[in-house]
């Protein structure tokens, strides 16, 4: 009895792992779902067509349109659009919707409540194609300053005042104070500091400053050009003018240069 047993479990041995064997290679791995399929109908390829033609405009638009702040006068206003000059004599479009937002006191102001000649900020996405600007907000302008480029005509030393012309012809009396950041571009392009001394008659000038009562700017920056001559504009401007103020005449030397 002990030597069938022993039989037994001898061959129950020698059978078990050629069976396991056996099982794990008739078992088949189970393939993973495809996370990427490439669509085999022709109506889902035109889909995925559509969908690729939509997010190519839409990247085309995106690169067309900017967010943009203007400072702008008003000339004319119409239901849905208005025209303005802005700070550097630009002709600009604005275009209102019903998402436009006007931010004044009055709840009720829209764009029919907007003055001809008035100063306002408009902000909104720009379209470089158009040159357009679809207004988000437009706002009164509480401190806008004022940018004068052009050249000096005269000096007054005792006052601390510069007379420019610009290529409008229009002249602008410039008051120089005590903390008017005032910088020289030199002969190499580079700032450096300098001063109301440092000002001279027909020298090229930019400044930013606020409109006083009298008509005066004061100046918060002027930056002058030590080898840059004025525009061929302004230089039509100009006219032989004498300096009073110190007591001795200084006449203004006309240049003939011709811009590249």
């Known amino acids: 009895m002990k030597k069938i047993i022993f039989i037994l479990l001898t061959i129950a041995i020698i059978i078990l792992p050629t069976a396991v064997s056996a099982q794990e290679e008739t078992e088949e791995p189970t393939a993973a779902p495809s996370t990427n399929q490439i669509p ?19 990247v085309a638009e995106l690169n067309l349109v900017e967010k943009r702040g ?46 001809t000649g008035e100063i306002y900020s408009f902000i909104g996405l720009y379209n470089k194609d158009s040159e357009t600007l679809l207004a988000r907000f437009i706002a009164e302008a509480d401190s806008i300053p004022d940018y004068i480029g052009g ?19 229009k002249t602008t009396i410039i008051d120089i104070e005590s903390s008017t950041d005032t910088m020289l571009v030199d002969e190499n392009g580079a700032l450096e500091e300098s001063g109301f001394s440092g000002l001279s008659v027909n020298q090229r000038i930019i400044v930013v ?52």
Do not use: C
């Open 40 to 58: 085999e109908s022709d109506e889902e390829i035109e889909r995925v067509q559509r969908i690729k033609d939509i997010v190519a405009s839409k």
């Open 151 to 169: 050249a000096i005509t005269s000096i007054n030393e005792d006052d601390f005042q510069v007379e420019v012309v610009d290529k409008n012809g």
């Open 70 to 115: 203007i400072i702008a006068s008003v000339v004319e206003v119409s239901s849905t659009e208005i025209r303005g000059i802005d700070n550097k004599g630009n002709e600009i479009t604005i275009d209102v919707d019903e998402l436009t937002n006007f931010d004044f006191d009055d709840e009720d102001f829209g764009i029919s409540d907007l003055t």
């Open 209 to 260: 400053g606020f409109e006083t009562d009298d008509e005066i700017v004061s100046a918060t920056r002027v930056i002058h050009f030590a080898d840059i001559p004025p525009s061929s504009e302004v230089l039509a401007n100009l006219k032989t003018e004498t300096t009073t103020a110190t007591g001795s005449s200084n006449t203004v030397e006309i240049l003939e240069v011709e811009e590249e």
